[in-house]
């Protein structure tokens, strides 16, 4: 190492790795200051108008939209998976119903890679089969997680529905309109991928290491639940609760300011201008909010965008419409981010195998910043 290589690893750090590129990827382009985002070329908002959950997870793992056989084999892997082992339920059952549902779904994929025999295959094609696995059955765990802290039985997949019908289906053990599966796929393109966000590096930092899949989604959930990534979601729905009122929007934005507080589901860490996945779910909380006859919630949110907006210069980002609109579709609002991890899986998997494929461990440096080296001083001298 040069003197010169010393100086620049020692000198500069950049806080929270910001415009640092930390991979090559071509599985998706998050452009900030244009507010675009393209999974493999294709822009959201086409995929949104156009395109189903199964579509868009097949190209996120395969790098091409499937073709419509391809397409039919996929949704038929992916049904074929949704069962989990009954010991997962059972286990399920024993853990505390009032644990957040993110520590559940954590827990529960720990568990699931332990009764996965392939969970240790280093085999190309069976950590394929591992990811489309996990795309099918976090939905699952998510719905037990949902109907057991309820003190309900799961309800087992529905092999006629599709995958974000059948996982509506698992929550509310009702088949769902076309409206309510239409909804759900929706959420589930919406944010199944967003390049090295804290959630996906996570999933790479582990799986570098080359352990196991498991390990590194249950980290990846692990980072999704903080409030500042996934966690938001949930964040947003108790601010509403919180304010209550339209009145009461100004006086609590003004507190936070004062307070030198966050405005959850505001500002981020690439999007300069508007977060391009914004104006979808903002779309469909207008209209859910006008249908079932609760528009509070909705119009709240837009006049909360105003004025955080007035006071911060920050667009909200995916959480924010996320929280009225699911809360619309009768999700409780601590499932929200569980509802992110049954999407955000796909893009975890991707990325997963682009790092296994030509892996290297990834191992940054400190820049060291405490004492000198000094004299070991015994017990009885300190
Ligand atoms: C799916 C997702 O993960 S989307 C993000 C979800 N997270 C949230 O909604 C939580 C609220 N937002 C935030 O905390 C931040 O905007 C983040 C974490 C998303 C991005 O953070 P950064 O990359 O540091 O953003 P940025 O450089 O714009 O922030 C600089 C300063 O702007 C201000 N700022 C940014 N966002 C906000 C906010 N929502 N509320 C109040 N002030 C804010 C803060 O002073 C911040 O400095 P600090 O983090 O030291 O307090
Ligand atoms: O990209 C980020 O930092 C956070 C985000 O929006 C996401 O993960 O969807």
Redesign the pocket.
Known sequence: MSADDIEKTSSETVK?L?GINAADSSICLVNGTEGKLLYRGYNIDDLAENATFEEISFLLLKGELPTADELTKYQESLKQHRTIPTELIEALKKLPPTAPPMALLRSMTSLAGVYDEDAESEDVEKRLEISIKLISQIPTIVAAIHRVRKGLEPVAPDPSLCHAGNFMYMLNGEKPSQDATRAMDLILTLHAE?GL??STFTSRVIIATLPDIYSAITGAIGALKG????G?NT??LKTLFEIGSMENIAPYVKK?RAE??????????VYQVE?PRAKHLKELSRRLGKETGEPKWYEMSIEMEKL?YAE?S?NC????YSASLQHYMGIPGDLFTCI?AASRIAGWCAHILEQLDGNKIIRPNANYIGYEERPYVSVGQR
């Open positions: 929270g910001k967003h966000n804290a409030k500042l990534h996934g938001a964040e947003v936070v030198k507080g966050k405005f959850m589901g505001f500002g981020h860490a977060d955080v911060i920050r980002n995916v959480d924010f992110f």
